[in-house]
């Protein structure tokens, strides 16, 4: 079974960081094609980055240049680092096993001061 659990969500000032971790199960993180999203209360799920299996990333202009998409194929993990987070940064964050059509639970950021 396809599984994706995210963590590493939490409360942060204004151009802080946050690295947002999505473990998976039942498949090879490195193998798919794997995404990252965020929703914020009231809005539409905004897709952020991609990471395919070849290791290309691609980002949306939200994300383009504060935050990085990686994998660490030993732990089966996606990984999301975002930096210069800013206070409309705050949203849902959803790690996504495109090729599966899977999504994990979100994690929760909050960006305040």
């Known amino acids: 079974q396809v599984r994706l659990e995210e963590s590493g969500g939490g409360s942060v000032q204004p151009g802080g960081s946050l690295r947002l971790s999505c473990v998976g199960s039942g498949f090879s993180v490195s193998d798919q094609i794997m995404t990252w999203h965020r929703q914020a209360p009231d809005e539409a799920r905004e897709w952020l980055a991609t990471?395919?299996?070849?290791?290309?990333?691609f980002y949306s202009d939200s994300a383009k240049g504060r935050f990085t998409v990686s994998r660490d194929d030993h732990k089966n993990t996606l990984v999301l680092q975002m930096d210069s987070l800013k206070p409309e940064d705050k949203a849902a964050y959803y790690c996504?096993?495109?090729?599966?059509?899977?999504w994990g639970q979100g994690t929760w950021v909050t960006v305040s001061s």
């Open positions: 990471l395919a299996p070849g290791g290309a990333t």
């Open positions: 996504q096993n495109f090729d599966a059509s899977t």
